[in-house]
């Protein structure tokens, strides 16, 4: 008797130790809390190591690819919202002002090229920190006033956001002509504008969100970004012949995060407008993302399409995707909590396959298929991320609605002043070709000089 329960003490004595050195998401278990968030410590203290930006003159910057500072940070507060763990609080607080720039609006002077998806992902980095309740700073803009002016910034054509020229409107992948994908009006940039709006719509209930939001989504399904009989989401839409206006057909490429914008948008306006048309749009679109990238092959673990053949690094950013989908997946199970129980399921199933894909070097480093079950070698700032982000997403499962994303009827601060140093916005507005000339250097004076001349009376104005 003695023996054993000797034994049964080393037993316990090493899980404690194998606990203590790390290896959590090995042991993930998806009942138990504490399990979750061991792992999600530990994978949020991977990501972590690659943030060089905190105390530097320039926080929240990351220069590979200026809007991943924004996904980084989302991850940061979903841990936070998760756990209750504040350790990340102040630098990416600090971040996340900062990079809001001289104009408040995330497009600092600093940052090269900002397309309309770029920008969008701060905003909703930021809308997130005010559902969260993430305490504003003391000085400077609200989480709500930047989350604003990303939006007033993306609904008007002069600050390269909605645009009316090709394809009966639609936001534009790049606000400046110069850039390879001018031409085109994609799914994330569109579907984030449409999250961004509804989301402000739930958060504020001002109606004039929810106006562009429904707007958005007319032009969204009018051009088939978003079919609302298949519920497929394409990547994007062109300049050119076969479709309405102007615009080619969609394509046919899919991406889980096209997919997720979307979803969660309208998420968003079904719990702002309590209309059933939102949420047969949300049990749409949900169910097409299951079917699409839950996969019974995989063991209907979350991937994207360009895991199998390990592609995903061709572009940097890709394996993002999915973390940020598993997390809006998170949030939507909070603010309509009757789809709790559709989405648990498929969240457990990912996050033990993530668990097992986020063993490497000894370090439980996150690779980027998570379905193979093992580390696939593939360690990236971008794996570490949404590996994070599927710990903190699975956690749903322990949360009531105590811990539901907030709006300004459920204790939000709807503090915000998006007009403040409206000289500054306002010559923003008027005077794009400036803007832009400021970003880019001097290189491009031809293309702004014909920019400007487009832009007409107000290029003139600024003329000395
Ligand atoms: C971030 O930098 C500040 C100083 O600027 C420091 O006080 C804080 O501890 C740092 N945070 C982390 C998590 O390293
Ligand atoms: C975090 O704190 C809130 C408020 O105290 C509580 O309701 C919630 O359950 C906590 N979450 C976790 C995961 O412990
Ligand atoms: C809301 O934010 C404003 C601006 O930062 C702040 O002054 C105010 O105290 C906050 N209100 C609450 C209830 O936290
Ligand atoms: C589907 O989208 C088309 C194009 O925007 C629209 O005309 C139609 O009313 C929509 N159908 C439903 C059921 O919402
Ligand atoms: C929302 O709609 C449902 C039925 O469609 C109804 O039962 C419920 O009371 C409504 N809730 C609110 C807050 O209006």
């Known amino acids: 008797m003695i023996l054993r329960s000797a034994k049964h003490m080393t037993v316990l004595v090493l899980h404690i130790l194998s606990i203590t050195s790390h290896v959590y998401a090995l042991n993930l278990d998806v009942d138990n809390q504490e399990s979750i968030k061991d792992a999600g410590k530990t994978a949020t203290y991977n990501m972590m190591k690659w943030y060089k930006g905190n105390g530097t003159d320039n926080p929240g910057f990351i220069s590979r690819s200026w809007w991943e500072g924004a996904a980084l940070f989302l991850a940061c507060l979903n841990y936070w919202h998760a756990t209750n763990d504040t350790t990340y609080n102040e630098e990416v607080s600090v971040a996340l002002q900062h990079q809001g720039g001289a104009d408040g609006n995330y497009l600092p ?57 090709i394809c009966g409107g639609g936001l534009r992948w790049q606000k400046d002509v110069w850039q390879g994908g001018y031409t085109m009006k994609n799914s994330v940039s569109n579907g984030g504008f449409f999250m961004l709006a509804a989301r402000l719509a739930w958060f504020t209930q001002d109606k004039e969100y929810a106006t562009w939001a429904e707007k958005v989504w007319d032009w969204s399904t009018s051009v088939k970004l ?48 309590n209309d059933s048309k939102w949420l047969d749009v949300t049990n749409g679109l949900m169910d097409a993302l299951f079917e699409t990238f839950f996969l019974p092959k995989y063991g209907g673990v979350i991937s994207d399409r360009c895991e199998p053949s390990a592609q995903c690094d061709e572009d940097a950013n ?22 709790k129980e559709k989405i648990v399921p498929k969240l457990e199933v990912s996050a033990e396959g993530a668990a097992k894909a986020c063993t490497g070097n000894g370090e439980n480093l996150c690779g980027n298929r998570w379905w193979g079950g093992k580390y696939d070698g593939q360690n990236s700032m971008e794996n570490a991320m949404s590996g994070s982000q599927m710990m903190s997403a699975i956690m749903v499962k322990f949360l009531d609605s105590s811990s539901a994303p907030v709006s300004t009827a459920t204790g939000g601060n709807g503090s915000s002043d998006p007009n403040a140093g409206s000289e500054e916005s306002s010559e923003r507005e008027e005077l794009p070709p400036i803007t832009t000339a400021d970003k880019a250097g001097a290189g491009i004076l031809t293309v702004l000089f014909v920019a400007g001349f487009i832009g007409g009376a107000a290029f003139l104005s600024i003329s000395p």
Request: proline share 5%; net charge negative; glycine share 12%.
């Open 109 to 165: 002077s600093w940052a090269m090229g900002v397309g309309n998806d770029d920008q969008m992902f701060w905003g909703l980095a930021a809308i997130t920190a005010a559902e969260y309740k993430l305490p504003n700073r003391p000085s400077g803009d609200t989480w709500l006033t930047l989350a604003e002016r990303v939006f007033y910034n993306q609904k008007s054509a002069q600050g390269g956001g909605w645009d009316t020229t």
């Open 226 to 273: 978003v079919n609302n009989q298949t519920w497929e989401v394409a990547d994007s839409v062109r300049e050119g012949k076969g479709g309405p206006d102007g615009c080619t057909l969609p394509d046919h490429t899919r991406w889980t995060y096209n997919y997720g914008t979307f979803l969660s948008g309208a998420a968003y306006m079904y719990a702002h407008t």
């Open 318 to 339: 890709r394996p993002i995707f999915k973390g940020l989908t598993v997390s809006w997946l998170a949030d939507i199970a909070l603010i309509i909590p009757s789809l």
